[in-house]
Nanobody
């Protein structure tokens, strides 16, 4: 499975961006897709995820109410709509695809990052 993320850029605080991630190869072997981010000198952190089949979503507390993850399963594409952006949202955003076995989620595939810079 290959993942291609796009949509990053420079935006002012309070603005919005929409990230996209297209999965190719055999995305059907995955259970869902997620976004992670890594700010300079910080560890990578989970942002949001969505299951391909039922659209169930999960969010980090830091983005709840501002970010919305969605998917177009037919196009194997996941989106991250980011509103009311803050300077602390500045990071390299990564797309990942995961499998799920019972309660265990495993992020098997990663795309390259797309840079989001929020100016204050």
């Amino acid at each position: 499975v290959q993942l291609q993320a796009s949509g990053g850029g420079l935006v002012q605080a309070g603005g919005f961006l929409r990230l996209s991630c297209v999965a190719s190869g055999r995305p059907s072997i995955t259970y869902g897709a997620a976004w992670f981010r890594q700010a300079p000198e910080k560890e990578r952190e989970f942002v949001a995820s969505v299951d391909w089949s039922n659209g169930n979503t999960r969010y980090a507390n830091s983005v709840k109410g501002r970010f919305t993850i969605s998917r177009d399963a037919a196009k194997s594409t996941v989106y991250l709509q980011m509103n009311f952006l803050k300077s602390e949202d500045t990071a390299l955003y990564y797309c990942a695809a995961y499998s799920q076995l019972r309660s265990e989620i495993r992020y098997d595939y990663w795309g390259q990052g797309t840079l989001v810079t929020v100016s204050s």
